[in-house]
């Protein structure tokens, strides 16, 4: 089946840029979508098709996918940016997420 | 806009069947551009997609689960519903209901706020 990979954690200073990555066997063919889980709330589309913002996402955030690597760089991190973040793609029809990335802002 | 809200048992007894509903409102679960489905969280675990439902009837499951699972939509109370069969502890997780696009474009959006389910005697 096919697996996507992401880093446990990644920890950035407030203000700085903060990226997260995905990997999977040649993912750059496939769309990736990216979604920001904290406590307590829906979890949140921030990023699908690559590299577009859902209305109301702001700007900071931004995606790339190419190789074997999607990305997901939020510019500019904010305390509120402070999430677990999942990756997902399809393949043949089934739904895959990556294990999430606990971005912790310190 | 859309939004969505589960409902259902918070405590299932192993071996016992998992059921819960997911309310819509704001779109119309019989709209022929969007599919519904669940998702769930395990402790520890991270995302697991379980399956969707689109034109009111078709179906498409997760290969790990699709033995157990049934999904299905009520367009008269604008509704989809899940029922996972011989839960275990393992099935203990925060089940999400989304909303999902359609080909070409496949996002999850929005969710459901979730609904913790523990599988306990």
């Known amino acids: 089946s096919y697996e996507l990979t992401q880093p446990p954690s990644v920890s950035v200073s407030p203000g700085q840029t903060a990226s997260i990555t995905c990997s999977g066997d040649k993912l750059g063919d496939r769309y990736v979508c990216w979604y920001q889980l904290k406590p307590g709330q829906s979890p949140l589309l921030v990023i699908y098709q690559d590299t577009k913002r859902p209305s109301g996402i702001p700007e900071r955030f931004s995606g790339s996918n190419s190789g074997n690597t999607a990305t997901l760089t939020i510019s500019g991190t904010q305390a509120m940016d402070e999430a677990d973040y999942y990756c997902q793609a399809w393949d043949s029809s089934t739904a895959v997420f990556g294990g999430g990335t606990r971005l912790t802002v310190l | 806009q859309v939004q969505l809200q589960e409902s259902g048992p918070g405590l299932v007894k192993p071996s016992e069947t998992l059921s819960l509903t997911c309310t819509v409102s704001?779109?119309?679960?019989?709209?022929?551009?969007?599919?519904w489905g669940w998702i769930r969280q395990t402790p520890g675990k991270g995302l697991e997609w379980i399956g969707y439902?689109?034109?009111?009837?078709?179906?498409n499951y997760n290969p790990s689960l699709k033995s157990r699972v049934t999904i299905s939509a009520d367009t008269s109370k604008n509704q989809i519903s899940l029922k996972l069969r011989s839960v275990t502890a393992a099935d203990t997780a925060v089940y999400y209901c989304?909303?999902?696009?359609?080909?070409?474009?496949?996002?999850?959006?929005?969710w459901g706020q979730g609904t913790l389910v523990t599988v306990s005697s």
């Open positions: 989304a909303r999902k696009y359609g080909s070409g474009d496949e996002r999850f959006d929005p």
């Open positions: 704001g779109g119309s679960v019989s709209s022929g551009n969007y599919y």
């Open positions: 439902v689109y034109n009111s009837g078709g179906t």
